[in-house]
Structure formats: C-alpha cells, structure tokens
C-alpha cells in the first residue's frame, strides 16, 4: 500500500471512529433519559436503540455524507491553489515582457500556420460532402490492365450496370456538355452536364427551388428541360424567384427550367452551370470502347464498395467477353465521391501541407522550450528559495506547467488572428483546380484544432523545462546557485536546436525539390511560343449551323473577320488548346499494312485551321502545314507530330505515306479513310508541363471538325487589348456568338501547373520559417553560452588568447551544433522526401544538388547567427570577467 492510500486509510479511520463515538454519545444520552423517567438500565438501552433504528446503516450514511463535504471542499482548495498559481504565472509573465512577446509570437506562428492548413485539409479532405447520407454515395470506373482506375464508362457499360446491379439503390450518369444561353443579355457560353435522372437519385440534394426531372427524360426525344447551378441562376437570372417553369434558350432552343440546385450542390469551384437530361440513343447503347460517362452511384444500406465492386464486376466480366481488346481486366473501381472528387494528387499535397506545418510548430516548441529553459537558469534562485520554504517537486512542476499553459492559451489566441489572415491569403492565392478549397474557413473544427494544439504545444515545450528546474537536487542548486557548473554546454538545449536544424532541413529540402522541379519544367520546350498568344472558345450550335457545310463556313466567317481585326498578326482554330486538359486517342496506323492485323499507336488527334502552325510559332519539321485547299474536297491529308512519325515509319520519309487512323471504333470519329500524310511538326505538350510529348495527328477542320473549337490569335499589339474588338468581329459574323473563355497562352501554362506551384510556395514560406526560427534558436543558444563563460572567456583572453581565437571558439560551437543538425536533418529528409514522389519533374526525391544546396544554406545560417555571439566575446575586459562582474 503507497503513501497515498494509507493516508486515506487513515484519514477514513479516524472519520469512521468520530462518528461511531458521537452516535455512541446521543445513544448513551437517550439511555439516560430513559433510566431518569424509570427504565431499567437494560431496558433503557434497549429503547433508545430501538429509537435510533440499524446504527451500521446510520453509521455509513453519515460516512458517506462526511466523505462527500471533505471532497468538496478538497475540489475548492485545489481549485484555489489553482487560481493562485496562475495569478502567480501571470505576473511572472509581465516582470519579463521581452521573453513573453518572443514566446508569444512563435507560438502565434506556429499554431496559426497550422490552423490555417488545418482548415484547407478539413474542408477538402474530412468535411463530408452535402448530398444525403455522404457515405454512401461512390464513384465508378473500370480497372485497366495496368491496374489504373478509368474513370470514364462506355454507354453500354452503364446501361448494363444500371438493368443488372443488385448493391445500388441508384446509379446516374453524366457528361459535359456546353452550350451558349442567349436571350438574357450578351450570349453567355455555359458549361454544363448531361446527366441522367439517376443522377439526382445517386447524389441527392434537395433542390433550392423546383423539382429535379425524373425516369421520363432517360428516353431519346424528350422534353428539353434544364436544372439551373445556383451560380448560374444568381449571375445570368438575378436570383429570379419565378425562374422555375420558365423557357430559356440553349444552343438557339427552349428549354424549361425545372429546379435550381443548391448552392452547396457543385462541389468544385467552376462546377457545371446546367445540367440537361442524358438519354443514350440506341447507337450509343453499342458503342464499345467509347469512354465518356461519369457514374455515381448510391450504396444500398448495409452494402459495402468491396460488395458493390463484385456486384458490378460480375456484370463487367460478362460484358468484356465480347469486347476483350479495350484493356480492361472486367473490375470494377468503387470508391467514396469525397475520393474521387478530391483526386489522389490533391489528397498528397494537402496532406504533405498538413505534415510541413507540424514540423514548423515543432520547431516553434522546441523554441520556446529553449527559451523556458534559458529562464529557468535565472531562476533557479527563486525556485530554490521555494523549495526550501516546503514547496514540493510536483508543486513546482505544476507551477511551471500553468505559466506554460498561459503561454499556449495567449498563443492560440494571436494564432487563431495569425490563422484568418493566413486563410485569406491562401484562398486569394489558391488554384483553382482543388475542389471545395472556396469554402475552407476557420469553423468549429479549425478552432477547435487551434486549442487542441496549442493544449499539445504547451506539454510539448513546457514539460521538459518544467521537469528539469524542479527536478534538480536542493543541496545542488544552493551549492550552483549563482554559476553554471556545465560551463554554458547545456546538452539539452544544444539537442534542441540540433532537432530544430534537421527540422528545418527536411522541410527546405521539399521546397527545394520541388522548386528545381519547377526549373526543370518551365526550361523544356514545350513546342510553340506562348508570348503574345490569346486563345478563346467559340461553339457554332446545331440548331442553326446544321450541315457540314455551314458549321465550315461558320468556322472561315469567323477567322476571316478575325485577321482582319488591326493588331492581329495571325489567327487560326484548334479542337483543343495545347496545355489544357483533355483529349481524346485513336489508333493510328500506316494504311499498307493489312487492316486486320494493323499494329498501330495510339495517338492523340485534333482538327486545326490553315496558318495554326504560323500562330503558334510552331516548327514544322518536314512537308507543309494544313492549308486552306484541304477542305472537304480535296484528297484527305493529316499532319503528326516527329515522334509518331519515327514510330511509324522509322528513319523513312513519311511525307507523301498513308495512314489510317481510329481504327476498329465504331463511334462518329471512325472513318477508315486513307489518309495521306503531309507535313511532320515538332512535338508539343499537349496535355500539360508537366507531362511528356504525345504522338498527334492533325486534320484539316474543313475535313473533320468539333462543333466547339478553341481561336488562337496572335497579336502585333499586346493582345488582351483586343478582346473587345474580337468580340465585335464575331457578332458581325452572327449576333448571337459568344467568344468564351479569353485567356491569355501564359495563364494557360500558370494555370496548369497552379497547384503545384501553390504547394511549392507554401513549403517554400514554411521552410523559410523554419530556417528563420533555427536560426534564431542557435543565436540564443550560442549567446548563452557566451554569457555563461564569460569567466572561461576572460582567463583565456588574460592568458594571451587572440580576439580571432575567441571569435573561432564561439563560431565553431554553433558550427558543430549545425553540423550535427545538418546531418541529422539529410537523413531524415531521405525518408521524408519520398513523399514527393510523382510531385517532382525531371529530378529525383534524391537530388544531390538540392541536399547539398539546402544543407549548405543551414550550416551557413548558424555561421551567421553566431557572429554576433562571437564579436560579443571579443569585447570581454578579462579585468572584470575575473572579479566576477
């Protein structure tokens, strides 16, 4: 039995012995009384104890209710001392206003960036998403042979999975769509979905107004009807109340609004602004290989994505029998909406956030440990007065700890202000590209996750310094009080700022890799000059361009009216932009060859107007460049790109060789004409930086065409000066021709590589302050060493030591320090840097340039923070050092 219990043994004794003497008293007392009226003694007794009733219940009854009092007033005593100490703390924090402020802020830095990114992770990655019970809505998609998820479904697939499924209550499906409002002002180009009404069933959200459509319009031939975005309602109709029942015009052709969505329904920031019904026609319900559906679906209760994967997969086998070259291994992909919608590269660099924050408050405890420290030396006097008065260890520890804890609780305060402008910022500054990144906020979470870690923070750096000062023995600190017996070589403190360095290396270390990365990327040729370069959508609707002829003729209207625009050096159409997102492959293969047993590649294909390849500044490497002659008339040609031509047809000339291209589909691009090639061009990035060169083939837009295609112009004037004149030349062409999306070749390029450059500037903030607290933790740590060896310093000075041998002395203290840390922090970024795997370009996780680089710029920065130490030291009168003054 410990101390503790036997005082409560004891104490529970003597409690119980009181009250059995005080109901021994009244008992004896009644006794009496009976005896004075007569009784007998014996029947006395027996009377008053039959008055008083069962003494043992009595006895624990009363035991019971002491026992209660005691802990009461035990609660209000602890909770007084309580009170106490923390009043104590609280003015030994403003006796020392300079420590306090410097706490104060490095902890404000380092729970503020924490919460912030916090905030960005919960809302992307934890928040559930608004539809109806969340965690059952999934997404759907076919598993490749390479064990990649295609998330795009044939037609025939859905519709399968649709009839056959057993473990979902819904399945819908959608695909993009965009078409221009008229009718309301300026046309206005939209992008919407298609989606079919199961849509609405998979991922349910009540309608903000109106009801969405049902099973009627999954048919061919069916109403238009049209489902506003909340977005779309509030900008083009003014929030109109009376909207739903009303007919607008897409595309030239009435649709009925019948519900606007809720604003929480578009999860991503330039989410669809409609959505029509989907209704596969009986061509689409053959199409094999054709992936173009995105299917959500909603698990039925009780059934698990593993079941529903099997369900679903039962039905794939089966149907990839028939069609076993499309490269699909008949699995099916299950996984949460959240997931898919989030993506997998998103989910990495935001968490790879979350970890550089933590590593940053980490380096900011360890800082203010540092600082506990240093204070507890000067007050070891103190504390050892206390302890000889009677205070005890566990007294003490949990003085030290309550001024910690006052120390964390005004950090989350100044982090919680440092945390809503960091937030602004970086939602200011935020991609575009990450979904539900607008609506991060500091919400409950956030704040709660702000008192939880400066709760964490305060054990962190408060416990060790605590335990220290408190812990020494009594007769040791009077026998040291006034000296440092380790002579300023504080292990503890200097292990501190060697995890500090490492910390901050690792963190550096990303930065650094990911900036090279950045380097690397924007140095690769990316096959056209995009200076000067502006590029907007223009779509010629069906309804009133609708034969070959007139969408062709529309095309040519437009770009004839287009160059003639002054300040336009050249203009030209492309199915799709360069760099942007997207695209479509087809196998591609040269014509001699049997079409049975064709062994061709997939590549890439987009239609393109004459003068494309003298807008773009785009080498062609042999032959000519489409031209205006290639229309729909003329011998079908196409153009592809340098490295489809060496697959092809190896080191041969292919100018003048025919191909054939889209092989074996059996969807509206197959055609199986022979095509003659005529010109090779340089290769092109065409889906992004960061990504390598694809095969291309080029046609002529006379001789296949996209209803939507993308006008390239190059201006002789800065270019987005000429968007208002752009604009006038369409209407001339036809009023009701929107010229969408005007954005510049440059943004293009920023905007394809925005989130990685939003993830590599804030490691690189975060690395910046990590270095920046290092630094400042090796500059107290070397200036307290300074001023702990003043003796040392002085006696070495009257010995004849050099100013230069002193300043070396003190320079290599804080070297070695940084060294060890140096060292420490490479190894752990080794580790630490895989996580950038698949982030980085054209280097490894690896890079000996960038280790070597950060490395030096750390041991480099210690040299720095301990000049000023080590000119300090210089000026010591060895006089006064030795007379102790």
Known sequence: MNLGRRIVHLWRRDTDVEIAEELRFHLDATADEEVARGMTPTAARAAATRRFGDLTTITHTLASLREEGDRIM????????????????????????????????????????????????????????????????????????????????????????????????AIGATDQRSM???????????RGNNATSGYWRAAYLPPRLGRYYDATTDHPGSSHVVVLSYATWQTAF?????????????????????????????????????????????????????????????????????????????????????????GLTGAIAVQPLLDATVGVTNQRQLLILLAAVGLVLLIACGNVANLLLARAVARRGEIT?????????????????????????????????????????????????????????LDTPALLFAIGVAALSALLFGLMPALQAAGRDLQTTIRESGRDSRGGRDPLRRGLIVAEIALALVLLTGAGLLLRSAARMHAEPTGFVAGNLLTARVALPESQYATDAAVVAGFNQVLTRVRAVPGVASAAFISRVPIGAGGADCTVAPAERPYESASGVDADFRSVSDRYFSTMESPVLRGRAIAAADDATAPPVVMINASLAAKLFGNADPIGRQVRHCIGLGNGYSNNTVRTVVGVFADVRANGLDQEPVDQVFYPVAQFYERQMTLVVRGSVPVTSLVPSLRRAIAAVDPQLPLAAPITMGDVIRQSTAVSRFTMLLLLVLGVSGLCLAATGIYGVVSYQVAQRVQEMGIRLALGA????????????????????????????????????????????????????????????????????????????????????
């Open 180 to 190: 221009t409002l008229t009718g309301h002002g300026d046309p206005l180009r939209l």
């Open 74 to 169: 035990g609660r209000k005593e602890w909770f007084e001392a309580l009170a106490q100490d923390a009043r104590f703390g609280a003015r030994q924090l403003r006796k020392h206003p300079g420590f306090s402020a410097v706490a104060l802020l490095t902890l404000a830095l380092g729970i503020g960036a924490s919460t912030a990114i916090f905030s960005l992770v919960y809302c992307v990655l934890l928040r559930p998403l608004p539809y109806q019970d969340a965690d059952r809505v999934v997404s759907l998609g076919q598993v490749l042979t390479s064990g990649d998820a295609q998330r795009y479904v044939p037609v025939p697939n859905f519709l399968a999975w649709e009839a056959q499924n057993r473990t979902l209550s």
């Open 802 to 885: 050099t100013p230069g041998q002193v300043r070396g002395l003190v320079l290599r203290n804080g070297f070695t320090t940084a060294l060890i840390g140096v060292a420490i922090g490479e190894a752990a970024a080794v580790v630490g840097t895989r996580a950038l795997r698949g982030l980085v370009y054209g280097i490894t996780t690896r890079d000996p340039v960038t280790f070597v680089s950060v490395g030096g710029v750390l041991a480099l920065t210690a040299v720095v923070a301990s000049i000023a130490p080590a000119l300090r030291a210089t000026r010591i009168d060895p006089v006064k050092a030795l007379r102790g003054e």
């Open 238 to 326: 003014g929030g109109d109340t009376t909207i739903v029942g009303q007919l607008i015009h897409l595309d030239g052709e009435p649709y009925t609004v019948v519900a606007v969505a809720p604003d929480a329904f578009s999860t991503t920031t330039n989410g669809p602004a409609f959505w029509t019904p989907l209704a596969p026609s009986p061509d689409d319900a053959v199409r094999w290989g054709d992936h173009e559906l995105t299917v959500t679906g909603r698990l039925k209760p009780g059934v698990t994505p593993v079941a529903a994967a099997a369900d679903l997969g039962r039905i794939e086998t089966a149907a990839r029998v028939a069609h076993p070259d499309d």
């Open 385 to 441: 007065v206390r302890r000889a008065l009677g205070a005890g260890r566990r007294r003490l520890v949990r003085q030290l700890m309550i001024e910690s804890g006052i120390l964390a609780a005004g950090g989350v305060v100044l982090g919680v202000g440092v945390a809503a402008l960091g937030l602004r910022l970086l939602l200011a500054n935020a991609p575009a590209g990450v979904p539900r990144l607008k609506d991060a906020s």
